[in-house]
């Protein structure tokens, strides 16, 4: 080698390497986090698989509700009494299935827009932080129009009574995150409060077959 050349070794200061190291421990976590949520979505869509054509046909009260919109309202089953509606369940910080759920529901509003008694109610699997102030948020960055498309809040233990016992979705939060693992299926309701139906809210024809049955119900 020829002279006055210097080869230098880069030693991290100590500090750099906990704070690399910490990087490191954050992101493992968290694609372990992003892992645990996919298989548990995942574990619930193969229980589902086998009965879902099933389900379409089910009839069966939808159960009696308070919550408030992302107005402030209140509503209660007796509010919707009368409309034919259907009903999916997502939250606002969702890393999961909520925004194609969401977008699902978007496209049922479209497909339903010259039913006048047609509503869409999106109820929070996360009422503890989906305020009606979030829901707000949340509903104008997706399109909802008001008065049609509702999102529902309430009290936490009401709500996710509702959802599990009275809509039969599944409801698990993840332990140290605040990821909530939920079924996506959405609910038909007629006009008396029965709910007439489930369809899987992640299938590319969801929108099409409910607002086909919202239609054919709309017309009872």
């Known amino acids: ?3 006055g050349v210097i080869f230098t070794r880069m030693i991290p200061a100590p500090g750099v390497i906990v704070k690399y190291g910490l990087a490191l421990g954050i992101a493992a976590a968290g694609v372990l986090l992003l892992v645990n949520l996919y ?3 995942r574990h619930l869509q193969k229980a589902r698989t086998a ?4 389900l379409e046909g089910v009839r069966r009260p939808a159960p009696a509700f308070e919550a ?5 309202r209140a509503v209660t089953l007796e509010t919707l009494r009368g ?3 259907v009903a999916g369940f997502v939250f606002t910080n969702c890393q999961g299935p909520c925004p194609v759920i969401t977008r699902r529901m978007a496209e049922i509003q479209e497909r339903v827009r010259d039913l006048e008694n047609a509503r869409l109610v999106s109820l929070s699997v996360d009422p503890a932080r989906d305020t009606p102030e979030v829901l707000q948020d949340y509903a104008r960055r997706n399109g909802a129009e008001e008065g049609r498309w509702l999102f529902l809040t309430g009290e936490p233990e009401a709500i996710l009574r509702v959802v599990k016992e009275g809509f039969l979705t599944a409801v698990q939060p993840v332990e140290g995150s605040d990821q909530v693992i939920h079924g996506t299926m959405l609910a038909v309701v007629d006009a008396r409060g029965e709910i007439r139906g489930f369809f899987e809210g992640l299938a590319a024809d969801a929108p099409e077959r409910v607002a086909e049955r919202l239609r054919a119900l709309h017309g009872e």
Do not use: I, L, R
């Not at 009965?51 to 099933?54: E, F, K, Q, V």
């Open 1 to 3: 080698m020829g002279e």
């Open 51 to 54: 009965s879902a054509a099933n």
């Open 68 to 72: 408030v919109d992302q107005e402030g």
């Open 39 to 41: 298989a548990g979505y």
């Open 83 to 85: 409309k034919v509606w």
